[in-house]
C-alpha cells in the first residue's frame, strides 16, 4: 500500500524558511514523478514544484522560481521541498503528492497527480 506521510508544517515570518519531508512507504520514491502542491483557503489546490524518476530534473510554478526548492533522498526514502524567503501568500496548506502510475514521464504534467498525503499547514505572517 502506498502511503505518503508530511512532516509538520509550522508559522515564521516573511523572508523565513521552512523545509517540508515527505515520507514515502509501499514504493521507492525514485519509481514515480512526485510533487509538491498546496491550497489556501477559498483557492484551488495548484502544483507547485515536480521531480522526475531519479531527481534529474525539476519543474516549478512560476509562483515559486528560484525560492523553492525540491529535492528526494532515495536512502531514505523521502521528498522535500525546501521554502526560502516565504512570503504571506505561500500560506496554505501543502501536500506531497505522487503518480500511480510509474510508466508515467510527464512529471510536470500536475494534473496527473493522484496519491495524496494528509497534508500539512505553513503559514507565513508579514
Known amino acids: 500500500q502506498v502511503q505518503l506521510v508530511e512532516s509538520e508544517g509550522g508559522s515564521v515570518q516573511a523572508g523565513g524558511s521552512l523545509r517540508l519531508s515527505c515520507a514515502a512507504s509501499?514504493?521507492?520514491?525514485?519509481?514515480?514523478?512526485m510533487a509538491w502542491f498546496r491550497q489556501a483557503p477559498g483557492k484551488e489546490r495548484e502544483g507547485v514544484a515536480a521531480?522526475?524518476?531519479?531527481?534529474?530534473?525539476?519543474y516549478y510554478a512560476d509562483s515559486v522560481k528560484g525560492r523553492f526548492t525540491i529535492s528526494q533522498d532515495n536512502a531514505k526514502n523521502t521528498l522535500y521541498l525546501q521554502m526560502n524567503s516565504l512570503k504571506p501568500e505561500d500560506t496554505a496548506m501543502y501536500y506531497c503528492?505522487?503518480?500511480?502510475?510509474?510508466?508515467?514521464?510527464?512529471?510536470?504534467?500536475?494534473?496527473?497527480?493522484?496519491?495524496w498525503g494528509q497534508g500539512t499547514q505553513v503559514t507565513v505572517s508579514s
Open positions: 521531480i522526475d524518476h531519479g531527481g534529474s530534473s525539476t
Open positions: 503528492s505522487a503518480v500511480t502510475d510509474r510508466t508515467w514521464l510527464a512529471c510536470m504534467a500536475f494534473w496527473a497527480y493522484n496519491i
Open positions: 509501499g514504493y521507492t520514491v525514485s519509481s514515480r514523478c
